[in-house]
Nanobody, 124 residues
Framework: QVQLVESGGGLVQPGGSLRLSCAASGGAFSNYAMGWFRQAPGKEREFVAAISWGAILTDYIDSAKGRFTISRDNAKNTVYLQMNSLKPEDTAVYYC?????????????????WGQGTQVTVSS
């Protein structure tokens, strides 16, 4: 069983930056593909970014490409989401997720474990 705890959310002005962190415990972190998802009020949860085991592969939703960067530090059991040039439409609760993976993959679905989420609000 993997436990995931997100941090780093907050209120930021449009054009600003935030770095989200997700600390994992209780499992072999390096064996998991990791992902970030978000859910805005009144909307379904959506995929944002994913990274494979050894950070060989990454994948992003189109609206995040060029602005967000996902990374991981297996020594610290932590995955990050660096978010730059934030827009009001990025406002959402951001969730970290872990997926058991037997192949190298940056997955958009099929995640096994989820964190509680961290609120990101982009507003002037």
């Amino acid at each position: 069983q993997v436990q995931l705890v997100e941090s780093g959310g907050g209120l930021v002005q449009p054009g600003g930056s935030l770095r989200l962190s997700c600390a994992a415990s209780g499992g072999a972190f390096s064996n998991y593909a990791m992902g970030w998802f978000r859910q805005a009020p009144g909307k379904e949860r959506e995929f944002v970014a994913a990274i494979s085991w050894g950070a060989i592969l990454t994948d992003y939703i189109d609206s995040a490409k060029g602005r967000f960067t996902i990374s991981r530090d297996n020594a610290k059991n932590t995955v990050y989401l660096q978010m730059n040039s934030l827009k009001p439409e990025d406002t959402a609760v951001y969730y970290c997720a872990a997926k058991r993976a037997t192949t190298v993959q940056a997955a958009r679905s099929g995640y096994d474990f989820w964190g509680q989420g961290t609120q990101v609000t982009v507003s002037s």
